[in-house]
T-cell receptor, first 112, second 114 residues
Framework: QQQVKQSPQSLIVQKGGISIINCAYE??????FPWYQQFPGKGPALLIAIRPDVSEKKEGRFTISFNKSAKQFSLHIMDSQPGDSATYFCAASKNRDDKIIFGKGTRLHILP | DSGVTQTPKHLITATGQRVTLRCSPRSGDLSVYWYQQSLDQGLQFLIQYYNGEERAKGNILERFSAQQFPDLHSELNLSSLELGDSALYFCASSVVEAGLDTQYFGPGTRLTVL
């Protein structure tokens, strides 16, 4: 049973545009929602994370929006750059120090 | 560089064989997690160890086992290998930062079973 649904599977955005990746979860016990970025041949790297008591978190060009009632969260990448081309995973876990449940990933390509 | 190291980087073996993957967590991190990444299944949690003790199990096959040693490094043992076990295997270690548990991933071991 997939507990974190991610869309789209792939995304192409022009340089300077906004990239938006959406995720939905089912288990209301989740209370930690990280986003990971993975480049080919590398391990996933934590990009930004949020807890459900916050509706938005911004770090540089990356913003997480969180809608607890809808059980949805999204990643926005502003002023997208070719270097942002990677696979992005949304994820969730139930508490600190618990396993992470990953979405299927979104392959993002930023056109130069 | 996450600070998590994994060896070997690549492993090619035959069906029916047994292999051991090794992971060294970041200095001071007590938790180690193992994940399997394949094209069709995505990133799947296998097992977690905390300070030498098994803490949580995910979709780990009975042919697979793991342990964490007193120096906190961990090994994932895969036996009776099948073609479908070909995948990237990642380990991660975690630290609590600003109230959030952050898992840092190693570079992975790419296992190819022929």
């Amino acid at each position: 049973q997939q507990q974190v649904k991610q869309s789209p599977q792939s995304l192409i955005v022009q340089k300077g545009g906004i990239s938006i990746i959406n995720c939905a979860y089912e288990n209301t016990a989740f209370d930690y929602f990280p986003w990971y970025q993975q480049f080919p041949g590398k391990g996933p790297a934590l990009l930004i994370a949020i807890r459900p008591d916050v509706s938005e978190k911004k770090e540089g060009r990356f913003t997480i929006s969180f809608n607890k009632s809808a059980k949805q969260f999204s990643l926005h990448i502003m002023d997208s750059q070719p270097g942002d081309s990677a696979t992005y995973f949304c994820a969730a876990s139930k508490n600190r120090d618990d396993k992470i449940i990953f979405g299927k990933g979104t392959r993002l390509h930023i056109l130069p | 560089d996450s600070g998590v190291t994994q060896t070997p980087k690549h492993l090619i073996t035959a069906t029916g064989q047994r292999v051991t993957l090794r992971c060294s967590p970041r200095s001071g991190d007590l938790s180690v997690y193992w994940y399997q990444q394949s094209l069709d299944q995505g990133l799947q949690f296998l097992i977690q160890y905390y300070n030498g003790e098994e803490r949580a199990k995910g979709n780990i096959l009975e042919r697979f086992s793991a342990q964490q040693f007193p120096d906190l490094h961990s090994e994932l043992n895969l036996s009776s290998l099948e073609l479908g076990d070909s995948a990237l295997y990642f380990c991660a270690s975690s630290v609590v930062e600003a109230g959030l548990d952050t898992q840092y991933f190693g570079p992975g071991t790419r296992l190819t079973v022929l």
